[in-house]
């Protein structure tokens, strides 16, 4: 009977983490950083990741860096090893006062060219390169993004798009990343 009562007990909790496990996974598509910890005085990557449930044929992700205390500097934008690297267009921007990095994909821009649109997936699209000066302070800085999120422009809307083959905008959660310098 000790036997059986245990074995339903694990069978229980083996449910419940299980459940747990499926709420915590957001479903849909997917934008996310992922979170470092740096010293100061260093240049260091942040992988910006995508999972997707959607084939999508563009994207547009403008990334906020900023903080009242910690000064990061964004370098640059990479998409060596991203699972956009192929696409037709890759448009990476820096506005350095605003402290926004900015990335674009668009798969096709000419029809006589084959370029794949991004399978449903899960992994990286863009690493961003920061430096944490030697003078800055320690503390936290969130990589802020999502539906509210724009890159300064006056007349081009660099707002945070997703969107698929037929053009069809799809929606795309964001969840933030951390930049903790110590």
Not at 40 to 46: C, D, E, L, Q, W
Not at 131 to 158: C, F, M, Q, R, W
Request: proline letters at 7%; one cysteine or more; a negative charge.
């Amino acid at each position: 009977m000790k036997e059986i009562l245990v074995a339903v007990f694990v069978l229980f909790l083996a449910v419940i983490i299980f459940a747990q496990e499926k709420e915590s996974e957001p479903a849909g598509n997917v934008c996310y950083t992922e979170s470092v910890e740096v010293e100061k005085g260093t240049s260091f990557p942040v992988k910006v990741l995508v999972n997707n449930a959607d084939t999508l044929a563009g994207m547009q992700v403008p990334i906020y860096y900023r903080s009242e205390n910690v000064d990061l500097i964004c370098d640059s934008v990479s998409f060596v090893g991203s699972r956009c690297s192929e696409f037709a267009l890759s448009l990476p921007l820096i506005e350095p006062v605003g402290k926004t990095a900015f990335f674009a994909f668009i798969s096709m821009t000419d029809p006589n060219e084959e370029h794949p649109p991004l399978y449903p997936g899960d992994g990286m699209v863009a690493t961003l390169w920061f430096t944490a000066p030697k003078e800055t302070k320690s503390g936290k800085v969130e990589l802020y993004s999502g539906p509210n999120a724009i890159y300064p422009h006056d007349k081009i809307d660099y707002s945070f798009l997703f969107w698929t083959p037929t053009a069809e905008q799809k929606d795309c959660t964001y969840k933030a990343g951390y930049v903790t310098v110590k």
